[in-house]
């Protein structure tokens, strides 16, 4: 068979779609093509037939994917499908819930480019509590403060860029936003149901109407909504868990530096250099660590120097770097986590937002004197928090500051702090998530140097690659 490409699909936006639904009826849906797609294992026809067969018998496709996706289990079908979705009016809050789902594409406004206005979520529970008129005071005193921290900066000479960036660390993590969202049909269900047992009112709302917005486009492909306990309940089981871990056991330490380097593979070097004489020598795995091992560190060096010759400025590093893992604790404010959590190839498990974490203080409130502003309307966001937590449970959380800071447990391989480094260690990244990807950098050079020799920002990268080969 000779090699043919042909497009098959692509997203297109929704009121082009609704013109072609009201010619094209019912087979203007993405089921079309996960029909198609689903034949191709075990229909001999060619895969524009089968979308052509498809395209003309709608029902008969959605019976296909379901008996396909949900009764035979072959999930991945569903993938073929993509929706995009516009969402507005959600909290910073519920964002970070949503975009920890990592098998789909987010855009989101930023609060680091926008000057942000008086929009705020106010959760069902606060209102449910009797709570709206405090709460509501108590983030007009915040919008207020955000105003004050950005005129006095801009009025102290910094740049107005900096100045919005930098008075966002009051804001609360209520404030409303905007995002598009693009999801495939298998992920979008997972979503659905996840956030239909999330402990916060406005997720589930969400959940709902996602489902309301998608089911009628993919009824084939979205067939659970509900939880089971095994996510449902996960809060009460993490509450057994808690129980069966004596107080002293699990005692709290003070914060150290914001960034730890848990755990590591042993002798990283070693591993990575035997990954790369793996894929290079064709040898098991046991004879290329050992090969490893017998070439001393100067022959460990120059075999992953050889494997970073080449690189330029945009360019991954290869698969073989994934064989070395890093596991990081890391303190981090909610500015900064809105940034972290961005990065999908990774594992994250994120604590709840915690005052006795105390701030992260940007360098512009020392300069503009407005450290005090900034304390002060933490200690009065701590103050509602801490009244209300019993009461409100995650909810209370809508209160606190992007200032405020939680703890994380962040998991990625070497190839993807490489990427991380990159864009976080770079000069155009914002303050508080470059000083944490340097300091990850600091600590895997000094797990495996060899391996850690180009990690760094973009801006740095022609350098570094120059002192390590200056012969190029
Ligand atoms: C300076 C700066 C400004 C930013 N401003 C904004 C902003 O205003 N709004 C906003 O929403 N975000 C913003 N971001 C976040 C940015 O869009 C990325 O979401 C974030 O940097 C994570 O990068 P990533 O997607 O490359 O990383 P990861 O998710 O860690 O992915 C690593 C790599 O895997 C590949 N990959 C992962 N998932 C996919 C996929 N689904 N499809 C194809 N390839 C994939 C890509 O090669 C990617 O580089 C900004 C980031 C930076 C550095």
Redesign the pocket.
Same mark, same amino acid.
């Given at each position: 068979m000779a090699m043919k490409v042909q497009l098959a699909g692509f997203n297109v936006e929704a009121a082009l779609l609704e013109e072609t639904r009201k010619r094209f009826g019912e087979a203007v849906t993405p089921e079309v093509i996960s029909a198609a797609y689903a034949r191709i294992s075990r229909d001999p026809r060619n895969v524009s037939a089968l979308r052509k067969e498809a395209r003309g018998a709608v029902e008969k496709a959605r019976r296909s994917n379901e008996r396909i996706v949900f009764g035979l289990g072959h999930a991945s079908v569903a993938e073929h499908a993509v929706v995009n979705l516009d969402l507005t009016g959600l909290s910073r809050l519920a964002v970070e819930e949503l975009e920890s789902f @990592? =098998?789909?594409? /987010? !855009? +989101?406004?930023?609060q *680091? /480019?926008i000057r942000l206005a008086r929009d705020v979520v106010v959760p069902a529970e606060i209102k449910e509590a009797r709570l709206e008129r405090e709460f509501r005071s108590l983030v007009g005193d915040l919008h207020d403060a955000y105003e004050t921290a950005y005129r006095s900066m801009a009025a102290s000479g910094e740049d107005p860029g900096r100045a919005k960036e930098d008075a966002r660390y009051l804001m609360p993590l209520a404030t409303a936003t905007q =995002?598009g969202m693009t999801v495939n049909a298998r992920e979008l269900e997972y979503v659905i149901r996840r956030l239909a047992g999330h402990p916060l009112d406005e997720l589930r709302e969400l959940s709902r109407r996602i489902f309301k917005a998608t089911k009628g486009l993919i009824p084939s492909l979205i067939r659970y909504a509900e939880p089971g306990p095994h996510y449902r309940e996960m809060p009460d089981a993490m509450r057994e868990i808690a129980a069966m871990v004596p107080r002293r056991a699990a005692k709290r330490e003070p914060i150290g530096a914001s960034v730890r380097l848990v755990d590591v593979t042993p002798e990283a070097d070693t591993r990575l250099a035997a990954g790369i004489i793996f894929s290079a020598r064709g040898v098991s795995m046991r004879e290329a660590g050992a090969a490893a091992a017998r070439l001393g560190s100067k022959g460990r060096g120059r075999v992953i120097a050889g494997a970073l010759k080449r690189i330029e400025r945009h360019d991954?590093v290869w698969r073989e770097f994934e064989t070395v893992q890093f596991a990081f604790e890391i303190v981090l404010s909610a500015s900064c986590y809105a %940034?972290l959590k @961005? $990065? @999908?190839?990774?594992t994250l498990l994120p604590q709840p937002y915690d005052p006795r974490l105390g701030l992260s203080i940007p360098e512009t409130f020392v300069r503009a004197k407005r450290v005090a502003l900034l304390r002060d309307a933490a200690g009065r966001a701590g103050r509602f928090y801490g009244s209300h937590a019993r009461k409100l449970g995650r909810a209370a959380e809508y209160s606190l500051l992007n200032a405020h800071r939680r703890r994380v447990l962040f998991c990625l391989n070497l190839r +993807?702090l490489y $990427?991380?480094s990159r =864009? *976080?260690s770079?000069m !155009?990244? %914002?303050w508080e998530i470059r000083m944490i990807s340097d300091e990850m950098c600091r600590l895997a050079a000094e797990a495996g140097p060899f391996g850690a020799l180009l990690l760094g920002g973009k801006d740095g990268f022609a350098e570094k690659r120059r002192a390590l080969f200056p012969e190029e």
């Open positions: @990592r =098998l789909a594409s /987010y !855009t +989101e406004k930023s *680091r /480019y =995002l991954s %940034q @961005r $990065h @999908r190839i990774a +993807e $990427h991380f =864009l *976080r770079d !155009t990244a %914002q």
